[in-house]
C-alpha cells in the first residue's frame, strides 16, 4: 500500500488584483510543510500538482523544506480549482465590492456556497468552466493514476475544491458536504489516503500538524 498526501495550497492573495499567488505567509507555510515532511524521513516516490501558480509556489516551498531539488512533479490540470468569480457571477451577476471588510467577506462567501451548490446540482453552468461532472472526472483521474502508477508515498498539491470534491466523492457525501469542507480546508492542510491499485481510503482530512506549536499560532490561515 501507498500514503497519498493531498495538500492545499498556502495562503494566496485574497482580495488583491491577483488571487493566483502566495503571500508572504503562504511562502513560509509551504516550507514550513516541507521542512516537517522531512523531520519525519518522508521521501515523495512523485509529485502531482495543478497548473495554477499557487500551486507551483506552494510546491516549490516543500521541495525546499524537503532539500529535494531533484522531485519533479507532474503537471495535472485536472487538479486546478473551479473559478470562484464565474460560479459567484452565475447566481449574481451584479458587480461586487472587494471583500476588504467582515460583511463584505461573509457576503461574498455567501454567494460563493450559493453558486457551488447550483453548479454542482447542475443548475447553472459558469462562463468557462466545465461541467460539475467534468470537474470531478478529472479529479478521479487523477487518483486513478497514483493508484495504478505508484506504490509509495505521493504528494499532490491542489486546492479546496479538487481536495474537499475527492474526499468527499470517496465517502460518497452530498454536494452540501463538499462544499461545507472546501470552506474549511485551511493552507497548507495535509490530507491523507492509503491507497491499492484498486481503491483509496481515506485516514487524515484537513490536518496541520507542521503549525501545531505555539511559534505557529498566526500562521493557521484560510484563504
Known amino acids: 500500500m501507498g500514503t497519498l498526501y493531498l495538500v492545499r495550497h498556502g495562503q494566496a492573495s485574497f482580495g488583491a488584483d491577483d488571487y493566483d499567488n502566495l503571500s508572504p505567509l503562504g511562502h513560509q507555510q509551504s516550507q514550513r510543510l516541507g521542512d516537517y515532511f522531512r523531520e519525519r524521513g518522508l521521501q515523495f516516490e512523485a509529485v502531482l500538482m495543478g497548473s495554477l501558480k499557487r500551486h507551483r509556489q506552494t510546491f516549490e516551498g516543500i521541495q525546499a523544506g ?3 531539488p531533484d522531485l519533479s512533479p507532474l503537471v495535472w490540470p485536472g487538479l486546478n480549482e473551479y473559478d470562484s468569480h464565474a460560479v459567484i457571477h452565475a447566481v449574481h451577476p451584479q458587480p461586487l465590492a472587494k471583500p476588504n471588510t467582515p460583511a463584505l467577506y461573509k457576503h461574498h462567501f455567501g454567494l460563493l456556497r450559493k453558486g457551488l451548490q447550483a453548479w454542482m446540482h447542475g443548475e ?3 462562463a468557462g468552466m466545465p461541467l460539475f461532472t467534468e470537474f470531478v472526472q478529472g479529479i478521479q483521474d487523477a487518483m486513478a493514476h497514483v493508484r495504478t502508477q505508484h506504490s509509495g508515498d505521493v504528494l499532490m498539491v491542489s486546492s479546496g475544491g479538487p481536495i474537499s470534491t475527492a474526499v468527499g466523492t470517496l ?10 469542507m472546501n470552506m474549511r480546508i485551511r493552507n497548507t492542510a495535509v490530507s491523507e489516503l492509503v491507497f491499492s491499485p484498486k481503491r483509496h481510503t481515506l485516514v487524515s482530512f484537513n490536518t496541520i500538524n507542521h503549525l501545531d506549536a505555539p511559534a505557529y499560532r498566526d500562521w493557521v490561515t484560510f484563504t
Do not use: C, K, R
Open 66 to 68: 524537503l532539500q529535494a
Open 124 to 126: 447553472t453552468q459558469p
Open 171 to 180: 465517502l460518497v457525501t452530498p454536494p452540501e458536504s463538499i462544499i461545507e
